[in-house]
């Protein structure tokens, strides 16, 4: 009580502020010290596809506990689960034991050189690139070989033998298109491999979906029929071009992605508007050719092909006098004496309602900008009318009528 007091009266005479001390304050500093970082999560995905029966895909995917990685972020650790690259860097060992259904103990050795485009092999982003806000490094193995097995609640399945490679030939194309406010900018990086050896890499190859059989579950255009090309040169300058075209066949899987990620992640995801992402699985049965061509010599290899579709986000741009619906346009109809219209108005009521709109609010925006404001009133718009030619009445102080002021329309009596 004497303290607000004394804060009273120098609030009234003008007199120096008492001091409280430091214990009248609390700083955010203090806040922010207990408020918890951003918090880590770490899954272990791991699928199995029976290409030669009906079954349903193996899928599994597990929260890690306690994740960490090596010094030299090589190696990744977890509670039930390892993967380490061996000291000479040729080969990883994958086990996992995180999941009954699905224990891993497998180890990818590569056959050819690491290999990724550019210097660094990193797409940057932000503003400003010498400091980005992110990053996505495309590294690749492009030929490998597998060993070991998979188990699960049926037997262990025995992974021995290549890893996703044709008998001598290797192709690989990656491509992604950034959302529109990246520039829909497309990052892609294509490689073909020979034996032990890298036959090309570059980053003018491409992806098109000849035809798409779309999804009514999603909306995603998901192809049917796609074609993949490379071109490139050798390190001795031959020129290199390769094509695999063909039909997809019914797809693996489709693989709905905000269901497999964590809850406070799908919360953070679900607020950008036009984000579903799902990602579609393709391996034909029929074989489809890597026809390719090195200098003046033509390769044709068969082989397995497996392909992703993954669609994450789009930016769906509506025209807003779309917003202008049938029954508004009735109703301003109704008022208007008009008792009947045709189907055929409604799209030219929305195209003069487009043009007025656009003429008045170019109006108001002079308006504005010379009044130095950023706000539009119903003055600027009943301005912008009369300097139109086109005034309106009762909104402005001149012609308003309150409603206590309008004259009473007697009512009817019954029966009438």
Same mark, same amino acid.
């Given at each position: ?6 804060? #009273? ?24 010290? /207990? ?7 770490? #899954? ?18 597990? #929260? ?36 009954? !259904?699905?224990?891993?103990? =497998? ?30 490094? %495309? ?29 001598? %030939? ?87 992605? =905000? !269901? ?14 036009? /984000? ?20 003046? /010599? ?10 992703? &579709? ?48 656009? &003429? ?27 300097? =139109? ?26 029966? &009438?």
């Amino acid at each position: 009580m004497f303290n607000w007091a004394k804060q #009273q009266l120098a609030n009234v005479a003008g007199t120096q502020e008492p001091i409280y001390g430091p214990t009248a304050i609390k700083s955010v500093a203090e806040e922010a010290a /207990t408020v918890p970082g951003l918090h880590t999560t770490c #899954q272990f995905t791991a699928k199995v596809f029976p290409l030669d029966s009906d079954k349903t895909p193996l899928w599994s995917s597990t #929260q890690l506990s306690n994740p960490e990685f090596s010094e030299d972020k090589t190696c990744f650790y977890a509670d039930n689960c390892a993967i380490e690259l061996s000291e000479d860097g040729t080969a990883y060992t994958v086990k996992s034991l995180a999941d009954e !259904a699905c224990i891993v103990n =497998m180890t990818i050795t590569r056959k050819t050189p690491a290999i990724h485009a550019g210097t660094t092999g990193t797409t940057l982003f932000g503003t400003d690139l010498t400091n980005p806000w992110g990053s996505v490094r %495309h590294a690749f193995w492009p030929r490998c070989t597998s060993e070991g097995t998979i188990t699960t609640p049926d037997g262990a399945i025995d992974f021995t033998g290549r890893a996703f490679f044709g008998p001598t %030939h290797s192709a690989i194309l990656m491509e992604f298109t950034t959302p529109p406010s990246y520039g829909s900018t497309s990052v892609c990086i294509g490689i073909i491999a020979k034996e032990n050896e890298i036959l090309s890499v570059s980053c003018d190859s491409t992806v098109t979906h000849i035809q798409t059989a779309g999804d009514p579950a999603t909306d995603w255009p998901a192809p049917s029929e796609a074609k993949y090309t490379w071109a490139g040169k050798t390190k001795d300058g031959a020129e290199v071009t390769g094509v695999i075209e063909g039909v997809l066949g019914q797809r693996l899987d489709r693989i709905d992605v =905000m !269901a497999e990620v964590p809850g406070f992640v799908k919360k953070i995801v679900q607020t950008a508007a036009g /984000t579903k992402p799902y990602v579609y699985q393709y391996s034909p049965k029929d074989s489809l050719d890597l026809k390719f061509k090195i200098g003046d /010599t033509e390769v044709s290899e068969s082989g397995a092909l497996f392909v992703e &579709a993954t669609f994450i986000s789009e930016k769906v741009i509506k025209d807003a006098i779309k917003g202008v619906t049938r029954p508004a346009i009735r109703r301003l109809a109704r008022r208007g004496g008009v008792k009947r219209i045709s189907a055929a108005i409604y799209d030219e009521v929305r195209f003069a309602l487009d043009i007025r709109l656009r &003429a008045i609010i170019k109006d108001c925006v002079h308006v504005l900008e010379y009044r130095g404001r950023k706000t539009v009133t119903v003055a600027d718009v009943i301005f912008s009318l009369r300097r =139109m030619g086109r005034p309106i009445y009762g909104f402005d102080p001149d012609t308003y009528i309150p409603p206590k002021s309008r004259p009473q329309v007697p009512a009817s009596p019954r029966g &009438a």
